[in-house]
């Protein structure tokens, strides 16, 4: 066993890091990415690192973590080669879970692994809550109260097993147990792109893309945040001749084809980059002029298509809404439209296209926040150390 400050209780050993997730690259998503960035940056730190994930059965390193993949990790048969390669291992050993529900099979209800992780009390057992539960309404069909009801159970079993929290916005630890409810600790999501373009490569993007000013969006394009894009995108383009639109992402391709066919005029001055490796897609995102980032839910800080922008110092208009944190306004880093219409969002993106300067000042501003508050560096300092002590 070990103490939640990382020191392990049962001899010399140092501890060891076993990262459990639904995805790991190269298999892709957010929550993809930003394991591998955690278990490199560990590594980097000197850490011994294992990642388990599903895939073909095998175990390889990977630039210093060790990479386990199981087929159908988290069903019962998974479960039982988990436990038996986890024996395996050296102790102290310190789980790590990356939480999405969906993620984890059983369509979002795999009660059995949850039941299994809070089992496992001879390891240390910490939880990385992205997602938590599915969101519940009374007049929602019965499936899906059933999926909330069943996932509230799940948040419950593995956050009262877990030694330590960490929920990706603070309005997830509302689904805690009220017992457990005050120790999730707050860990937003930093960028999962290179946060730094060398201004050879920016300008070499920019000369290649040509005159703008260019209106950003990056993201998976997702049907109902992809109407509300559409919504904005398009009279901001036809308000000015001289605009174009630079699309960014999985699904970016076939977005800007089916806006094309909707709008041929403006078809000519639509790109978009779906396919492109991370530093290229970094140099693209900050050579766009303005970012429109459309969020149902509002702005928050799991959401790493917006953590790349800040990063960069794009200049990033955005929504309020009921995950929405309140530094968000405080920061002044994004311009945020007070609801989540496409009229407010519109209004406000021409806001700032019309003002330069004001512009280059929210940009400003998106970088130094970020550098402040969300860097990787934040990540593992929370990680390596008690609740509470680090910066």
Request: aromatic share 8%.
């Amino acid at each position: 066993m070990t103490s939640s400050s990382g020191e392990p209780r049962d001899g010399d050993r140092p501890v060891s890091w076993h990262l459990l997730t639904g995805e790991y690259p190269p298999q892709p998503g957010g929550v993809s990415d930003y394991t591998r960035l955690v278990a490199q940056a560990l590594v980097h730190a000197g850490q011994q690192v294992h990642v388990w994930a599903p895939g073909e059965s095998g175990a390889r390193e990977e630039l210093g973590v060790t990479v386990h993949r199981v087929p159908g990790l988290f069903t019962p048969m998974g479960l039982r080669h988990l436990t038996r390669e986890l024996n395996h291992c050296p102790t102290p050993r310190r789980l790590l879970l990356q939480y999405v529900p969906h993620a984890l099979g059983m369509k979002a209800m795999n009660v059995p692994f949850c039941a299994w992780f809070a089992a496992r009390r001879q390891d240390e057992r910490w939880v990385f809550f992205h997602e938590i539960v599915y969101p519940w309404k009374p007049t929602s069909p019965l499936r899906h109260q059933v999926l909330a009801g069943v996932t509230r159970v799940m948040a419950g079993m593995v956050g009262g097993a877990a030694e330590r929290l960490f929920v990706s916005i603070p309005s997830w630890a509302e689904h805690l147990p009220a017992r457990v409810r005050h120790r999730a600790e707050w860990r937003p999501i930093p960028s999962t792109l290179p946060t730094e373009v060398p201004e050879q490569t920016r300008e070499a993007v920019r000369l290649s893309l040509g005159t703008g000013p260019w209106l950003g969006h990056f993201g998976t394009y997702d049907p109902a945040i992809s109407e509300l894009l559409s919504t904005v995108l398009v009279p901001l383009l036809r308000a000015d001749e001289h605009r174009k639109g630079l699309l960014l992402g999985r699904g970016s391709r076939r977005f800007v084809q089916e806006l094309g066919l909707r709008h041929p005029e403006l078809a000519p001055r639509i790109t978009s980059r779906d396919d492109l490796a991370p530093a290229e897609l970094s140099a693209h995102l900050s050579s766009v002029d303005l970012l429109i980032q459309p969020y149902l839910d509002g702005v928050s800080t799991r959401r790493t298509t917006s953590m790349a922008g800040l990063a960069l110092g794009c200049p990033l208009v955005t929504q309020t809404g009921h995950l929405t944190e309140p530094f968000w306004r405080e920061s002044r880093a994004v311009a945020l439209a007070e609801d989540t219409t496409a009229g407010a969002l519109l209004e406000c993106a021409e806001y700032f296209l019309a003002h330069a300067e004001e512009r280059a000042a929210l940009g400003a501003r998106a970088a130094r926040l970020y550098r402040e508050r969300f860097t990787l560096e934040r990540t593992v300092e929370a990680l390596l150390h008690p609740p509470g002590s680090t910066p």
